[in-house]
C-alpha cells in the first residue's frame, strides 16, 4: 500500500484545485476523460480540449509556450499520455520553456478505456521529467499541497513538472460538446489576449 493512498483526490476534485487558481492561463488538456471532466468542471475559452489524439498534449502545450512566450501555458496530462509521448519530457528539457507548467494526474490505469495497468505504477515519471531537465518537479496528492505547488509553478520560471497522484474514481461526464473547429477559434481569441509573463524565481 502506499503512503499516500487514504489521502489522495480523484482527478476531477484536484482538477477542480487546479481551476481555482487558474485565471486566463491557456491550458492544454489531453485526450479521453481528462477533457471531458475538465469540460464539466470548467470550460473556459483557454481550454483547449484533445478529441481522439493521445499523447501529444505536451507537443502542443511546448509549441504554444515556443510560439508565445508572453503567455504564461499550462499543460493537464495524464500518465497514459505521458508515457506515449515520453520524446516530448526531452525535448521541454532541451528547449526550457520558461512559461510552461506540465501538470500530470498519475492514476497509474489508462482509465479511458478500461483501467487497465500503466507502467508508471513502477516508472516514477517525475523522477524521468527530473532526468530530462525540467527546472521545477513536485510529486503531490493532498488538495493543500497541490494548490500551493501549482500557485507556485504559475509564478515561477519553468519549464515546471507537477505530478499528481491521483486515485482511478472517473467522473460521470459526457464527451466534449464541442465542434473542433469553433474551439480552436475562440482558443486562439483566448490566447491572443495580452497577458504578460510575469518571472519569480524560487528562494
Request: net charge negative; with cysteine; aromatic share 6%.
Amino acid at each position: 500500500m502506499r503512503p499516500e493512498e487514504g489521502v489522495m483526490q480523484s482527478r476531477a476534485q484536484a482538477m477542480q484545485a487546479l481551476f481555482e487558481v487558474l485565471s486566463d492561463q491557456p491550458v492544454i488538456i489531453c485526450n479521453g476523460f481528462p477533457s471531458r471532466e475538465a469540460h464539466k468542471i470548467r470550460d473556459r475559452a483557454g481550454n483547449f480540449y484533445m478529441i481522439g489524439s493521445m499523447g501529444v498534449a505536451a507537443s502542443i502545450g511546448l509549441g504554444l509556450a515556443c510560439a508565445r512566450p508572453d503567455r504564461r501555458v499550462v499543460v493537464f496530462d495524464g500518465d497514459g499520455n505521458v508515457l506515449m509521448g515520453m520524446g516530448t519530457l526531452a525535448t521541454i528539457g532541451a528547449l526550457q520553456p520558461r512559461n510552461l507548467t506540465h501538470v500530470v494526474f498519475d492514476n497509474e490505469v489508462y482509465g479511458t478505456t478500461g483501467n487497465q495497468p500503466s507502467y508508471s505504477r513502477v516508472v516514477r515519471l517525475d523522477q524521468v521529467a527530473k532526468a530530462a531537465g525540467y527546472a521545477t518537479v513536485e510529486r503531490v496528492w493532498e488538495r493543500e499541497d497541490i494548490v500551493y505547488e501549482f500557485t507556485d509553478m504559475l509564478n515561477s520560471d519553468g519549464p515546471n513538472f507537477l505530478l499528481i497522484k491521483v486515485n482511478e474514481q472517473i467522473e460521470d461526464v459526457d464527451r466534449v460538446a464541442l465542434d473542433p473547429s469553433e474551439m480552436t477559434t475562440r482558443f486562439r481569441v483566448a490566447v491572443d489576449a495580452d497577458q504578460p509573463v510575469r518571472s519569480r524565481e524560487k528562494g
